[in-house]
């Protein structure tokens, strides 16, 4: 099997879209991971409010204990200022809660804009060049067969005709040289055949 054409200019071609497609392939990384570093400057709100919330909650913890040492009426100093520790605590986790879902929406978008890209540009150019492959083996397990320069030579007469003006013409023309079996004219289209499919003689 192979994976590169033998004739410079079409091995060019196959190289300039791999290049392409490694290229494409790259960019869309690049702009999936820009795009998830924006969706998480998002999460910055739930950072400022899980640290509020967090500081709240400690400092009013720290007032209930030291209102609680306050003789006759600590006990009930106490308790409303851990209700508001409870409400610090509440916006700490809401803060929470905000980061991890955009976290969340950060990862899926990051995910689906690599995936979905990177899955349709390798068909775009895989299809291609795996019909290309398919193509060159069979022509040269024709070549290879009994008669198959024959059959070769058949499909450059039965092809684009420009091409047969560069061959040398021979007294009768090509198609009957090929009739009469001429080896050099059969060797000649069988050559032109390769050459349109990227191989050489």
Known sequence: MRLYAQTPARRS??????LIALFLIAV?????LVVRDAILTLAEPGRKAQSAGDSLASS???????????????GSLKKPLQSAAHAGTSLS?????LQDTVGHVATLTTIALIVLPTAVIPMLWLVPRA?????????????????????????????????LSA??????GLADA?????????ADLAALTLRRVGLRP
Not at 178 to 184: A, E, I
């Open 13 to 18: 071609r196959q190289l300039f879209a791999d």
């Open 60 to 74: 009013l913890d720290d007032a209930g204990n030291a209102a609680s040492k306050v003789p006759f009426v600590g």
């Open 28 to 32: 869309t990384v690049s702009f999936a």
């Open 131 to 163: 019909r290309w492959i398919r193509r060159t083996a069979t022509t040269r397990r024709l070549l290879d067969a009994p008669g198959g320069a024959d059959l070769l030579a058949l499909r450059a007469l039965t092809g684009p005709q420009r091409p």
């Open 167 to 172: 061959l040398p013409t021979p007294p009768g």
């Open 93 to 97: 986790d809401a803060g929470q809660s």
């Open 178 to 186: 090929w009739r009469r079996g001429d080896p050099d004219v059969i």
